[in-house]
C-alpha cells in the first residue's frame, strides 16, 4: 500500500506551474501524515512506453506462451496498474497541452487501465494548469478536453472522490495576447495552491 501514488508531468522544472501547486500539496500531506508512503513518478525525466503489439499481446497470452521480453513487459505494466490499486490517495500534477493531456500521462494512462484488474479505492487529486480559461463565457469554452477526460478515467476505474484543482492563465505574461489577464493568472495560481493545502489535509 502506498499512501500517496504521485505523478509529476510538466518538464519545465523549476519554472513549472503545475509542479509549484503539487509542492504545497505534498507539503500539507507530509506535514499531516508523518512517515506517509508516497510513491513518486516524474513523467518528464522518466518517460512510460507506448503500448505496443508486445504488451498487448502478452495480455492475451499464456505465461508459459510468453517470450521474456514479452512477460518482461507485461509485469511492468501490472505493477504500474498495481501502484494505482494500492494507493490510498492519487495525486498528478500535469499542464494542459494542446488541449488535453501531455502524451506521456496518455501513455500512462493506456498502460495502468487493465480491465478487470485497475481498481481505484482512494481519493484522487488532479492538479492542472492551463495557459488559457475554458471556464463558461470564455472564447474557448468547450474546448477543454482535459480535466472531464482525467476525471472520466479515474470514475472508470471507481473512484468516487475525485477533485480538480485548475490554474487558469498560465501564458499571461509569455504570451503577449494574454498580458491582460497576468494579475487572473496570479490570483488563479495562488488560489490553488490554497485549495492543494486544504485538499492535502482533508
Ligand atoms: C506544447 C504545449 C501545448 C500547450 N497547449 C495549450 C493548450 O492547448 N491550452 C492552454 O490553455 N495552454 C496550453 N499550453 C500552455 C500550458 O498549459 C501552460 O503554460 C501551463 O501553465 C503549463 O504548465 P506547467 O508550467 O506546469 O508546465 C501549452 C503549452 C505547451 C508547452
Known sequence: MSDLLHLEVSPLGEYSIS????????????????????VSRDLAKDPIPHLDGETLMAGRTAEADRSASAQAKHEYRLGLAQE?????????????WNFT????????????????????KGKVTLIISQGGSYAPGAPRAGWDWETGYLKQVFESLGATDVTIILSEFGLAGIVPALADFIDRKNESIAAAKVTARVRASA
Open 84 to 96: 494505482v490499486n494500492e494507493a490510498k490517495h492519487i495525486l498528478i500534477s500535469t499542464p494542459m
Open 101 to 120: 493531456v501531455p502524451s506521456v500521462l496518455k501513455a500512462w494512462v493506456d498502460q495502468i487501465i487493465i480491465t478487470g484488474f485497475t481498481k481505484v
Open 19 to 38: 509542479r509549484s501547486i503539487s509542492k504545497e500539496f505534498l507539503e500539507a500531506f507530509v506535514a499531516q501524515n508523518p512517515g506517509a508512503v508516497i
